[in-house]
């Protein structure tokens, strides 16, 4: 790195909020994709115009710039791929406004989500994106990958929620997107462009998101089926509800099976072939009724367990049984292919078909759960990592799972974003004409592409 661009950043920024020994940067080196890319120096800006001066010294020496939160993404976006700059946004981290009468809060990119959500909680809001690292991920990343979780099934994701940003562009101009109304034509809508933009064509420096009144309760059925043809159909009919549920989550056989032997409970049995947690929340008679009226048309499809309740206590032992799956895949092998693909949710049965196909057919276990109202299967191909004719098999079964996907409408990413991890299998999807769109684009907001480079692309 050059030592002038250090000087600069510490004249700029003063030497503490400057880091460029080898074992500070260690720690800005990786995610959760177990990859890991060095940078050359990280700064920690504490506004627009700081980053807009680090951008334009990154542009006068040529030199890459990686906007960071927590480092928790599973596509390597936070990674440096050509060394460079990191930019690290954890001490940006204020809510700025909470514009009541409007239900927006403007907030800096580094807030923690879970801390947004406790602010708001305690004034009677709720910003609903949850993915599951909310107790860890930063809004900035959240809308950067446009993450979602559980509560899409009926709140939708990230870019639902974002109305206005503060950017910074690979020029280091200053621009503001958006607005704090619900209706807003004028131009293009570089907002939702920038929402799930990866880190590749802007930092943002401040957020505004739309808030809601926070639910008064809630209360969780679990519920399985012997077979995946009544479970689905009594999904869809959740679905069509107009009181859809808050959470629609599911296990396929695979992952019943992974659980079962590793979580045990007086109160719940994880059994059959698909399996759901399901949530309704609202006020109490509104989750009275709802639960009431789930487990009436649960009941049609015959299922073997059924269990529903809004005690806390029981509520943690059914949740408890989600997060145990994770933990559970340890015992199929040391190394994760981990896939966030989706489809459209008529034809979630046949991609789990598929994906047993594949488990069966390159002797590999592969287990499947998600959220079943937006289609969103995580796909983990386990493997052991000294086996080497094992791993190949995962990476040829990878492929072949992304492939299907594409062919039954679906996305290759839900969740995760592609960054390094599926920037290959953009080509699946997508023909020249239509990477050339996304190059230009990227072209607009960075012509001398510093920011973040190599990735999606
Ligand atoms: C255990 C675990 C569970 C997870 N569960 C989910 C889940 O349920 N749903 C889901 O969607 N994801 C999930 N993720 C993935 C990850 O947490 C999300 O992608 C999250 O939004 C990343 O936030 P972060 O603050 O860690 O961002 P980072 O990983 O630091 O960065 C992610 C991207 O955002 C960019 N970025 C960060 N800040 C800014 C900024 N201010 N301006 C411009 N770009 C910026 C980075 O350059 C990078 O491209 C999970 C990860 C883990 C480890």
Redesign the pocket.
């Known amino acids: 790195m050059n030592k002038k661009l250090i000087e600069e950043f510490s004249a700029l920024l003063g030497k503490e909020r400057v880091l460029s020994e080898t074992e500070e940067l260690l720690c800005y080196s990786y995610?959760?994709t177990s990859k890991g890319f060095m940078p050359d120096v990280v700064v920690f800006p504490l506004n627009a115009e700081e980053i807009s001066k680090i951008v334009k010294l990154c542009l006068k020496y040529d030199t890459p710039v990686?906007?960071?939160?927590?480092?928790?993404?599973?596509s390597g976006?936070?990674l440096p791929l050509k060394g460079g700059v990191v930019v690290s946004?954890t001490k940006m981290n204020r809510i700025l406004e909470l514009d009541e009468e409007n239900m927006f809060v403007t907030v800096e990119?580094?807030i923690i989500n879970a801390d947004l959500k406790s602010y708001l909680a305690g004034k009677g809001y709720f910003y609903p994106p949850d993915?599951?690292?909310y107790e860890f991920?930063?809004i900035?990343?959240?809308v950067?990958?446009c993450?979602?979780?559980p509560s899409a099934v009926k709140y939708g994701v990230t870019k639902d929620y974002v109305a206005a940003l503060e950017v910074i562009t690979g020029e280091g101009e200053i621009i503001n997107t958006g607005s704090k109304t619900v209706k807003n034509v004028s131009g293009y809508n570089l907002t939702q462009l920038l929402t799930g933009s990866?880190?590749t064509l802007?930092?943002?420096s401040k957020i505004t998101l739309k808030i809601l009144s926070k639910p008064e309760t809630n209360s969780l059925i679990l519920v399985s089926f012997g077979d995946i043809d009544k479970g689905f159909k009594a999904a869809i009919r959740l679905l069509k509800l107009r009181n859809r549920p808050s959470m629609l989550e599911f296990m396929d056989k695979s992952s019943i099976e992974s659980v079962k032997s590793y979580f045990k409970s007086d109160i719940i049995k994880i059994e059959g072939k698909f399996l759901f947690i399901i949530e309704a929340d609202g006020s109490q008679a509104d989750v009275d009724k709802s639960i009431g009226e789930y487990e009436k048309i649960l009941n049609e499809f015959s299922p073997i367990f059924i269990f529903a309740s809004g005690k806390d206590e029981d509520k943690k032992v059914i949740m408890d049984a989600r997060k145990a799956i994770s933990p559970s895949l340890r015992k199929y092998g040391d190394l994760k292919i981990n896939n966030d693909i989706a489809v459209p949710v008529n034809k979630i049965p046949q991609m789990l078909s598929f994906l047993e196909e594949t488990s069966r057919k390159y002797e590999i276990p592969v287990i499947n759960f998600g959220h079943f109202g937006d289609g969103n299967i995580h796909v983990n191909i386990m493997l052991e990592k000294n086996n080497a004719g094992m791993v190949q098999n995962g990476e040829k079964a990878k492929y072949e799972i992304l492939k299907k996907t594409v062919e039954l409408g679906g996305s290759l990413s839900g969740?995760?974003?592609i960054?390094l991890e599926k920037k290959e299998f953009m080509k699946l999807k997508y023909g020249d004409y239509y990477m050339n769109i996304l190059k230009n684009i990227k072209n607009v907001f960075d012509p001398q592409n510093i920011i973040?480079p190599g990735?999606i692309f």
């Open positions: 995610d959760a990686v906007g960071r939160g927590s480092g928790s993404g599973f976006g936070s946004f990119p580094g993915p599951a690292s991920s930063t900035g990343g959240n950067a990958e993450s979602g979780g990866e880190g802007c930092l943002f969740e995760h974003g960054g973040n990735k």
